[in-house]
């Protein structure tokens, strides 16, 4: 009958092969049966749509002999591994910011778009200074070191800051003793991160170096301090 299920995909799949509701060749428009190769035809868009391909690519796998079935699967996977990519992405900001809040105690709708908005900019900045390899060595890091060894090292970060602001205000000499324990402890938290990859303190070398701005601190007084600390690290080997 005209208005069964079975005519009803019979008419979906020649929609999906000719782009219109014309019955296909051996059914007849007035009563809409069906023929083997329809029932085929239905179970194979059917298999191909299981797997996530939009009606356009089956029609073209079915229909157009250059448009190989190989081809049109490799074709859906790179989507798919774009897509899981993207989602991925976004469960680690999600994440991130999920961290942050707790550390933080923050529970405003102000503070969730501000810690939001930092996590976003850094994962800009990652992917804008970092290679994909690069950025997969330090996802690989950070499950390495655990949530607990990087809110401890974040925390340290600012104390140390303050303490090498604090010497270099004084005048104290780079080759103190007291300027070159600063300068161990700003190695160790810095080798936290990039895991002594040359690469990737590049890649940090250049973000510092071009950016005005990174995590709340001022870039031009932030490289001041590196100066400083490679004066007291590279006075190591001298008497």
Known sequence: MPGTPASRCARCATTTRSGCSAPPAGQSPATGSTGPEDVLRLQRILSLR?????????????????????????????????????????????ELVAER????????????????????????????????????YLEKRARELGRERIRRVEEEWPRLIAEVRAEMEAGTAPRSERVRELARRWKKLVEEFTGGDEGISRSLGRMWGEE????????????????????????????
């Open 50 to 94: 299981s797997l996530g391909l939009p009606l356009r690519e089956v029609a073209r796998c079915l229909d157009d002999p250059e448009f190989t079935p190989s081809r049109v699967v490799e074709l859906h996977a790179e989507r798919v591994r774009e897509e899981l990519r993207i989602k991925g992405a976004l469960l680690e900001r999600l």
């Open 101 to 136: 809040l707790r550390s933080s105690g923050g529970s405003s709708p102000a503070e969730l778009v501000q810690t939001a908005m930092e996590v976003i900019e850094m994962s800009e900045r990652l992917e804008r200074y970092y290679t994909p390899e690069q950025r997969e």
């Open 212 to 239: 005005e701005e990174i995590h709340g601190h001022d870039t031009a007084r932030m490289r001041e301090m590196i100066s400083y600390i490679s004066r007291a690290e590279a006075s190591e080997d001298k008497p």
